[in-house]
């Protein structure tokens, strides 16, 4: 019967066995798994909460490219319309300048031709007077000979034909 010693059931080790192990198992669960799940816990939210962070910031980030990319066709529209009133002032100052020199030159040349008419009809009565001043003194010298009546007759027709052909000629 000794054989049967060992392999015999003793129900008070059994118990004790057992109440070891439900001991043990409680001390584990109160010592080591609930700190273990809460550590763990703690991870995953943290982990969670590394995630919406980055979600957030990655959305933040596109709404940032988003309102960048809007400035920057703002600013290139901007740019655009900057430079077309500079080339609209450009071409009105251009125009303001060209009418200007425009009317100078027409100016200039109205005086040019007033002037060209003052000195051709200076010209013309100093011709006048010269041709009286030679009159006279043809008359004078005419008169200091006897002048026959053909003679007197043509003198006043070359001197007419003389002032008539200067009117015509002018």
Same mark, same amino acid.
């Given at each position: 019967? %000794? !054989? +049967?010693?060992?392999? !015999?059931?003793?129900?008070? %080790?059994?118990?004790?066995?057992?109440?070891?192990?439900?001991?043990? =198992?409680?001390?584990?669960?109160? =010592?080591?798994?609930?700190?273990?799940?809460?550590?763990?816990? %703690?991870?995953? *939210?943290?982990?969670?909460?590394?995630?919406?962070?980055?979600?957030?910031?990655?959305? %933040?980030?596109?709404?940032?490219?988003?309102?960048?990319?809007?400035? +920057?066709?703002?600013?290139?529209?901007?740019?655009?319309?900057?430079?077309?009133?500079?080339?609209?002032?450009?071409? !009105?100052?251009?125009?303001?300048?060209?009418?200007?020199?425009? @009317?100078?030159?027409?100016?200039?040349?109205?005086?040019? @031709?007033?002037?060209?008419?003052? @000195?051709?009809?200076?010209?013309?009565?100093?011709?006048?007077?010269?041709?009286? @001043?030679?009159?006279?003194?043809?008359?004078?010298?005419?008169? *200091?000979?006897?002048? !026959?009546?053909?003679?007197?007759?043509? +003198?006043?027709?070359? =001197?007419?034909?003389?002032?008539?052909?200067?009117?015509?000629?002018?």
């Amino acid at each position: 019967m %000794q !054989s +049967l010693d060992v392999i !015999s059931v003793n129900i008070w %080790q059994m118990a004790a066995s057992l109440a070891n192990l439900v001991l043990l =198992f409680l001390i584990v669960k109160k =010592f080591l798994y609930k700190p273990v799940k809460n550590m763990l816990r %703690q991870r995953r *939210e943290a982990i969670d909460r590394d995630y919406s962070d980055a979600n957030e910031a990655k959305e %933040q980030a596109l709404s940032d490219k988003a309102a960048y990319e809007e400035k +920057l066709r703002g600013a290139a529209g901007e740019a655009d319309r900057i430079i077309k009133t500079a080339v609209d002032t450009a071409a !009105s100052r251009e125009k303001e300048i060209v009418d200007g020199a425009n @009317e100078r030159a027409r100016g200039i040349i109205k005086r040019a @031709e007033a002037d060209a008419a003052l @000195e051709k009809k200076r010209a013309r009565d100093d011709i006048k007077r010269e041709i009286v @001043e030679v009159s006279t003194l043809l008359s004078e010298k005419m008169l *200091e000979r006897e002048v !026959s009546a053909d003679d007197h007759k043509k +003198l006043i027709d070359s =001197f007419i034909d003389n002032i008539g052909g200067d009117d015509e000629a002018n």
